[in-house]
């Protein structure tokens, strides 16, 4: 069980980004966080694993206080939580198999890592992660030479080297277009049914969310404006989250 109480996030300036938002998300759960940019999606994501240092309040993982976690502790916490980014996040002159094994970088010696140095069941496991995302045939090309879709299959087999017990995708799709969005968010899909691997995924799009996900929280600046089914946001919660202005789709 994941538990977030009262998480405030103020960044330098006074920029209030998180406004005592606490929810719970239970083990396997694909829960979907939408909102505007800048409501707080991005940093919310980044404090659970503490990319981001949150100002107030407290995050627990299976009993596990990560907020006070101590740096040691933290590296072998982060070890089970993969993070898929918006923008790939690739070693773009790297060769596809090498950022996939950069996922296995918190379990080898610093030093082989280094020099790009895995253990042989650690090439197989990433073998094995781009047969999933169908990537095989692509593990020797540079990343820069994939499309957006491709290079975010690598992110998610990268993610999977960790044999993660929560994933933690950031706008996974929205740099895509909605053929490409929908078959990353299967992957995903495959990822949280087939694995049991927590998902909290970042969303613009109301059509995704009632797709893919369980559950879903809100925000609108900072706030937590609504947590329940994808089924609950009716054309009132719509315009609270959004603003009057918006126009539904999906």
């Not at 042989?120 to 020797?140: F, P, T, Y």
């Not at 909605?178 to 990353?184: E, M, R, S, T």
Request: charged share 25%; proline share 4%.
């Amino acid at each position: 069980m994941l538990k977030v109480e009262h998480l405030t996030k103020i960044y330098d300036g006074g920029v209030l980004a998180l406004d005592d938002v606490s929810f719970e998300v239970p083990p396997g759960q694909f829960l979907a966080v939408i909102g505007l940019s800048g409501s707080g999606k991005s940093t919310l994501l980044r404090c659970i694993n503490r990319l981001v240092e949150p100002t107030e309040g407290t995050i627990t993982w299976d009993g596990v206080d990560i907020t006070k976690a101590p740096s040691e502790e933290l590296r072998r916490i982060r070890r089970r939580i993969g993070m898929v980014f918006q923008h790939f996040n690739l070693v773009h002159r790297s060769k596809v198999i090498t950022n996939v094994l950069a996922g296995r970088l918190g379990y080898v010696n610093p030093v082989f890592s280094l020099i790009n140095r895995f253990p042989a069941k650690d090439m197989a496991k990433a073998i094995a992660q781009l047969e999933r995302v169908g990537l095989a045939e692509k593990a020797q090309s540079r990343a820069d030479e994939l499309s957006g879709g491709q290079q975010q299959r690598v992110g998610i087999a990268r993610a999977l080297m960790q044999d993660p017990q929560m994933i933690l995708a950031d706008e996974p799709v929205a740099s895509l277009d909605p053929v490409l969005a929908h078959g990353i968010m299967q992957y995903l899909e495959d990822i949280n049914k087939k694995d049991g691997v927590t998902v909290i995924c970042s969303l613009h799009f109301l059509d995704l969310v009632h797709r893919y996900a369980d559950r879903v929280i809100a925000l609108n600046d900072g706030k937590l404006m609504f947590e329940g089914s994808p089924q609950e946001i009716d054309d009132e919660m719509f315009k609270e989250i959004y603003g009057q202005e918006a126009e539904r789709v999906g």
